[in-house]
């Protein structure tokens, strides 16, 4: 059997392969943004594609402290317009 790559999701903490997870990117910009292709550059935390843990995520502060940077609102409805839209690629 084929090894699925796994990460964790900052916010349940819970391992999970990784195509279940959102990437979630500091670009070298300096832009928080979902990376929906696992491929973009730049320092990346995985969060699990459920608004719970998304809020959850926010609440500790997970997201900002993997990234080392205070996620925008801006970053903050893209990431919720992923997880509404379940792995729509438009963004
Ligand atoms: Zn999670």
Request: proline share 0%; aromatic share 0%; glycine share 24%.
């Given at each position: 059997m084929k090894k699925v790559p796994m990460r964790m999701c900052v916010a349940c903490r819970e391992m999970k392969p990784k195509k279940e997870l959102i990437r979630v990117v500091r670009t070298p910009e300096g832009e928080i943004v979902a990376d929906e292709?696992?491929?973009?550059n730049g320092r990346g935390a995985y969060l699990c594609r459920s608004e719970a843990c998304l809020n959850k995520a926010l609440k500790i502060r997970a997201l900002d402290r993997a990234l080392e940077q205070p996620l925008s609102e801006a970053a903050v409805d893209a990431l919720r317009q992923v997880i509404a839209g379940g792995g729509n690629e438009a963004l």
């Open positions: 292709t696992g491929r973009k």
